[in-house]
Antibody, heavy 120, light 106 residues
Framework: QVQLQESGPRLVKPSETLSLTCTVL????????WSWIRQPPGKRLEWIAS???????NHNPSLRSRVTISLDMSKNQFSLRLTSVTAADTAVFYC??????????????WGQGTLVTVSS | SSELTQDPAVSVVLGQTIRITCQGD??????ASWYQQKPGQAPLLVVY???NRPLGIPDRFSGSNSENTASLTITGAQAEDEGDYHC?????????FGPGTTVTVL
């Protein structure tokens, strides 16, 4: 079973850019899509964006203008950049492996999550 | 609308059966997947597709789908089944989660 590990700063100042990287351990990135999902304290999970192994991206419309997702298969990593952050972006950020299966698509592996706080 | 709705909380007596539902228009075209989440932990996939369980998930977890409603049933709930349960679906490439249902085992 693959393991996913999020890494990046835990504290980001308002108006700055949040950057996270997910390292995929113990498996290939081929034939899967890779996603970022966040969960503000006490709130529901919110999908941010995903990228396929061929680089095709999908974004949450509500975050599209601020989000960049990228893939580096040579390093077995994918990354997230979220610009112009505010306190509302404080959340636990998860990276997840998505199994593209048409109408049955699902997330079968998740990182442990990393709490990113936006504060000055 | 791609929004998914779930009951906020349900309780079940130890050993009894509980059904959690998820409603939304996207479920007419995409199966729900279900995730169990315990405090301080990442979500864990428990059911996906028509009624599939990943390896290691007990067979007391099952899923069903009808029209715009997906259901997760726990037959013979155990104490370790307490937690939040989130449904997920997709609508035109956009992934959507429900608000989650908190399950308490009495």
């Amino acid at each position: 079973q693959v393991q996913l590990q999020e890494s990046g700063p835990r504290l980001v100042k308002p108006s700055e850019t949040l950057s996270l990287t997910c390292t995929v351990l113990g498996g290939s990135m081929t034939h899967y899509s890779w996603s970022w999902i966040r969960q503000p304290p006490g709130k529901r999970l919110e999908w941010i964006a995903s990228i396929s192994d061929t680089g095709i991206t999908n974004h949450n419309p509500s975050l599209r203008s601020r989000v960049t997702i990228s893939l580096d298969m040579s390093k077995n990593q994918f990354s997230l950049r979220l610009t112009s952050v505010t306190a509302a972006d404080t959340a636990v950020f998860y990276c997840a492996r998505e199994v593209p299966a048409g109408a049955k698509t699902y997330y079968n592996d998740w990182g442990q999550g990393t709490l990113v706080t936006v504060s000055s | 609308s791609s929004e998914l709705t779930q009951d906020p909380a349900v309780s079940v007596v130890l050993g009894q059966t509980i059904r959690i539902t998820c409603q939304g228009d996207s479920l007419r075209n995409h199966y729900a997947s279900w995730y169990q989440q315990k405090p301080g932990q990442a979500p864990l996939l428990v059911v996906y597709g028509k009624n599939n369980r990943p390896l290691g998930i007990p067979d007391r977890f099952s899923g069903s789908n009808s029209e715009n409603t997906a259901s997760l049933t726990i037959t013979g709930a155990q104490a370790e089944d307490e937690g939040d349960y989130h449904c997920n679906s997709r609508d035109s490439g956009v992934s959507v989660f429900g608000p989650g249902t908190t399950v308490t085992v009495l």
